[in-house]
């Protein structure tokens, strides 16, 4: 099995952990506290999905080239910057800086009487930041982190082995 270098495991790692804890923590203010997702919201979560894939092909494509398993990273951290970036445009919209794309979402309970499942569901607005830390709604957490994480992925992977 081939080294790799320090910066390009620390940007794998990256790769993987970021959207692995951005989407754990996601899914836990959904389940455990009820903060229901917006159509937004979901499509902050996608890029998130396919740059955990990424990472994790990555880090177990290590037999192959290198310059495949960086090209993987690379194209994770880059999938990360653009749930950012979808962040940021959430968080605009939530501080009322513009208009948005869509209004609403619901959540709709399986099972039962569909018509009251349907009835009863939550409306999730996309305009509406349903909790914030610091003055700073989820998508614009969202906005920080992964912004900052996908530059340092892409900073780590532009360094060049030294020894």
């Known amino acids: ?33 009820g903060l229901f997702p917006c159509e937004m919201c979901w499509w902050q979560r996608y890029p998130h999905f396919v740059a955990l894939v990424l990472g994790l092909v990555a880090a177990f494509a290590s037999a192959g080239p290198a310059g495949l398993r960086r090209g993987t990273i690379a194209l994770a951290a880059l999938a990360i910057l653009f749930s950012g970036l ?5 968080a605009g919209v939530e501080y009322g800086w513009w208009e948005g794309i ?3 979402a619901s ?7 569909a018509l009251d499942n349907i009835m009863n569901a939550p409306l999730v607005r996309c305009d509406v930041a349903p909790w914030s830390l610091f003055g700073i ?3 614009g957490w969202n906005f920080l982190i992964s912004g900052a994480a996908g530059c340092a992925i892409l900073a780590l992977l532009a360094r060049r082995k030294t020894a």
């Open 1 to 33: 099995m081939r080294q790799i270098d320090p910066a390009t495991l620390l940007a794998q790692r990256l790769a993987i952990a970021v959207p692995a804890l951005l989407l754990g923590g996601a899914y836990i203010s959904q389940y455990a506290f």
């Open 86 to 90: 979808i962040g940021g445009f959430h």
């Open 102 to 104: 869509t209004g609403c």
């Open 107 to 113: 959540h709709v309970a399986s099972g039962g009487n």
């Open 137 to 139: 709604s989820l998508a």
